[in-house]
C-alpha cells in the first residue's frame, strides 16, 4: 500500500517538474505538430484558345447600268468591301476576285483584284476590272465578290447584279455594189463585186429574215430623167446558179422601203471565229430597154440603206 502511494507522488511530481525544466522540448513538439490549415503556394497557367472570325464581303458597289462596246471588249471597273472582326491586318490583300455570270452566257472573271486601301481598323477595300465583250448577252448579271482572310477562310458576296444593255450595231463592206456593163434590156444581171457581207458588232440578236436592205431607183448620172427602178433588183443570202435572180430564194427590194430578206439572219457572236455575219448576193432582174446607155448611180438619189430589226 505504502509502495502504491509513493509511485504515484512520484508520478505527480515528474508531471510537474518536466514542464518547468524542459518547456523547450515541449515548445518544438507542439511547433511540429501544429495545424494551421494554409498550404505552400504553387504556379498554375492558363491557355485559353479563340477561334478564327470568318470575313465578310460586306458591299459591292459597280454602277446600275453598264453598255458594250461596239466591236470591242469593254472593261468594267467597281469596287468591294471586307471586314474581318479579327481585324483588317487578317484579311489576305492578295486574294480578292470577282466574276459576272448570267445563264447560258460564257463566265467573265478577273482572279486578282487589287488591294486598294483600309477603310477601317477592321476593313480592306479591293479595286476590281473585269472585260466584257460586244456579243454578250443584254439583260441582268449577276456578281460574285470574293476574298479570304489570312486562315484561308473564303467569304463572298453573291447579292449585287448589274444590267448590261443592249446595242444594235453592225458594219457591212464593200461600201458600193457594183455590175458590169449591160445593155438595156439585159435581165437577170448579178453583181460583180458582191457579196455584201455584213458584221453584228452589238449584242442584238437578229433573228431570221430580220436583216433589211432599203434600195433606192437609180438616176442616170448624165439624165436622170432614166431610171432603173428599186423594184427591179433582188437579194438573197444565198448565191450560186443565180439564186439570187430566183424567185424562191430572193427578196425583191422596193423603192425606199425597208425589205427583209428572206432566209437571212444576224446573231450576235465573235466574229473572230466566223461568226456573227450574214452575206448577200444582189441581181439586177431586168434593165428597161427605153432607158439610155449611161452609168446609173446612187449619186442623186441617195444610198441604199442595210439595216436590222
Not at 71 to 76: L, R, S
Request: a negative charge; one cysteine or more; glycine letters at 8%.
Amino acid at each position: 500500500m505504502k509502495t502504491s502511494k509513493l509511485i504515484a507522488f512520484l508520478l505527480l511530481l515528474a508531471i510537474f517538474l518536466i514542464p518547468l525544466s524542459s518547456a523547450g522540448f515541449f515548445s518544438d513538439l507542439l511547433q511540429k505538430l501544429k495545424i494551421t490549415g494554409r498550404g505552400e503556394t504553387s504556379t498554375l497557367g492558363v491557355n485559353i484558345s479563340v477561334g478564327n472570325t470568318n470575313p465578310e464581303v460586306q458591299k459591292v458597289q459597280i454602277s446600275a447600268t453598264e453598255s458594250i462596246s461596239e466591236g470591242n471588249p469593254v472593261t468594267i471597273d467597281f469596287n468591294f468591301t471586307v471586314y474581318d472582326l479579327d481585324g483588317a491586318g487578317n484579311i489576305d490583300s492578295t486574294t480578292g476576285r470577282a466574276n459576272f455570270t448570267r445563264a447560258d452566257q460564257s463566265t467573265r472573271e478577273n482572279t486578282t483584284c487589287m488591294f486598294s486601301h483600309n477603310v477601317d481598323g477592321n476593313s480592306v477595300q479591293f479595286n476590281c476590272s473585269i472585260v466584257m465583250w460586244y456579243w454578250d448577252e443584254g439583260g441582268q448579271w449577276n456578281i460574285t465578290a470574293a476574298a479570304a482572310d489570312q486562315s484561308s477562310v473564303w467569304a463572298q458576296n453573291t447579292t449585287q447584279t448589274f444590267t448590261l444593255g443592249t446595242t444594235t450595231s453592225i458594219v457591212s463592206a464593200p461600201s458600193i455594189i457594183q455590175w458590169a456593163s449591160m445593155n438595156p434590156g439585159s435581165t437577170n444581171e448579178t453583181s460583180s463585186n458582191d457579196p455584201l457581207v455584213i458584221n453584228n458588232t452589238g449584242n442584238y440578236n437578229v433573228s431570221v429574215d430580220n436583216v433589211q436592205v432599203t434600195a433606192l431607183n437609180l438616176n442616170g448620172e448624165d439624165d436622170p430623167t432614166d431610171v432603173i427602178w428599186a423594184a427591179n433588183f433582188s437579194s438573197a443570202p444565198v448565191n450560186g446558179t443565180n439564186a439570187e435572180c430566183a424567185n424562191i430564194n430572193s427578196t425583191l427590194l422596193a423603192n425606199n422601203t425597208a425589205q427583209g430578206i428572206t432566209g437571212s439572219t444576224l446573231p450576235r457572236g465573235n466574229l473572230s471565229i466566223g461568226l456573227s455575219n450574214e452575206s448577200l448576193w444582189f441581181c439586177l432582174r431586168k434593165v428597161g430597154s427605153e432607158i439610155s446607155s449611161q452609168s446609173y448611180s446612187t449619186a442623186r438619189g441617195g444610198t441604199w440603206t442595210i439595216g436590222v430589226t
